[in-house]
């Protein structure tokens, strides 16, 4: 009975569901063409990169991050939900973020780096000028902190910029300080050499390195005191990664971070994550004031600043996260 009664409502239930389908598609008749091309793309996209001919194209078009003008007309259509596929079922679901460091780099390295860092040396730095409904100064509050630490800092201090990119940051300090050494760093060869070439100045140079591995990629002698910053690089930064920068910083002492970087306010605010929560494309809100005291920093400085203030703006939960931080030498123990 209850076999033959379930037979009976599955049967009623296909049907229920068979008319509701014929309603739907009667009222937009476009969904017999889109929604087989909508599943046809979807199958493509899960079984392609199983195809070794199919995943060298895609790992080619990922490599077009920052490169759209690489991209042919299909390309171009193709690029955003390719992107995102695997994003959410290769990027997303590496646990070792050492290899999900490597797969960003397949993005964000190399010629597309190159071009990201062309872009921001085509926008001069302009402190006049406002970022969404607040001054340049208030919304990149690195500029005025370093405007105020460096000509009080000590003669042999290495200034150290994070993610310097176009390098148009770090030289508009070198600029003005020439009394004191200034380092770019980026991830890669590319970038860094494209930056030296863009700004050749006496007391600047430009390395490869990482945030987790700043202090051995530069070499600089734990006796010479660091100033490092950065800004719009960390929010890149894999949040184990990050957790082991501060870490790394924190131990060798002499050094001081300032940051501001991009976050989302959710639920809680940027300062409350007590760890750090996906963005998209890249990008991480990260809670540097929790990295950064768990990892033994001193907090000089922290605060939220929202750029937009129009609620019904898209970008009302964006805000500038900024944060500095002190490791002394006495902080690290006589055993470190
Ligand atoms: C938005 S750009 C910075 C732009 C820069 N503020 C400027 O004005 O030119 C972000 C930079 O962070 C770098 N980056 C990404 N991951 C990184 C990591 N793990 N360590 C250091 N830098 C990283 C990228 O290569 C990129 O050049």
């Known amino acids: 009975m209850?076999?033959?009664g379930g037979s009976n409502s599955g049967i009623a239930t296909c049907a229920a569901l068979a008319v509701r389908k014929l309603r739907t598609v009667l009222r937009r008749p476009t969904l017999l063409v889109t929604e087989p091309c909508r599943s046809l793309a979807h199958l493509a996209l899960r079984l392609g990169p199983r195809i070794p001919t199919v995943r060298r194209w895609r790992d080619g078009?990922?490599?077009?991050?920052?490169?759209?003008n690489e991209r042919s007309w299909l390309e171009r259509k193709l690029f955003d939900p390719v992107f995102e596929r695997w994003i959410s079922d290769t990027y997303l679901r590496e646990p070792d973020p050492d290899a999900r460091e490597r797969l960003k780099t397949s993005c964000m390295g190399g010629l597309s780096g190159v071009a990201w860092a062309e872009a921001y040396d085509r926008r001069p730095i302009d402190r006049q000028a406002r970022d969404g409904d607040v001054s340049f100064d208030e919304a990149v509050a690195v500029f005025p902190t370093l405007d105020r630490l460096l000509p009080a800092a000590a003669a042999d201090t290495v200034v150290v910029q994070v993610g310097a990119s176009s390098g148009r940051e770090i030289a508009y300090f070198a600029e003005?300080?020439?009394?004191?050494?200034?380092?770019?760093?980026?991830?890669?060869?590319?970038?860094?050499?494209?930056?030296?070439?863009?700004?050749?100045?006496?007391?600047?140079?430009?390395?490869?390195?990482?945030?987790?591995?700043l202090l051995s990629d530069i070499a600089v002698p734990d006796s010479t005191p660091l100033i490092v910053f950065a800004e719009g690089s960390l929010q890149y930064v894999q949040p184990e990664h990050l957790a082991v920068a501060f870490e790394k910083l924190a131990k060798r002492g002499n050094v001081r971070i300032v940051l501001a970087e991009p976050a989302q306010e959710g639920a809680a605010s940027p300062d409350r994550l007590d760890g750090s929560v996906w963005r998209g494309n890249f990008s991480y809100t990260h809670d540097y004031r929790y990295y950064g005291e768990r990892a033994g920093l001193k907090t000089i400085e922290q605060r939220m600043i929202r750029l937009h203030f129009d609620t019904a703006s898209p970008r009302h939960r964006t805000v500038s996260y900024f944060y500095h931080g002190l490791a002394d030498r006495d902080q690290r123990g006589p055993s470190q």
């Open 176 to 213: 003005r300080f020439t009394g004191l050494t200034f380092l770019g760093t980026d991830i890669d060869d590319k970038i860094a050499a494209r930056a030296a070439r863009a700004h050749p100045l006496a007391n600047l140079t430009f390395a490869t390195a990482r945030a987790h591995t």
């Open 2 to 4: 209850s076999w033959s």
């Open 61 to 68: 078009l990922l490599a077009t991050w920052h490169l759209p």
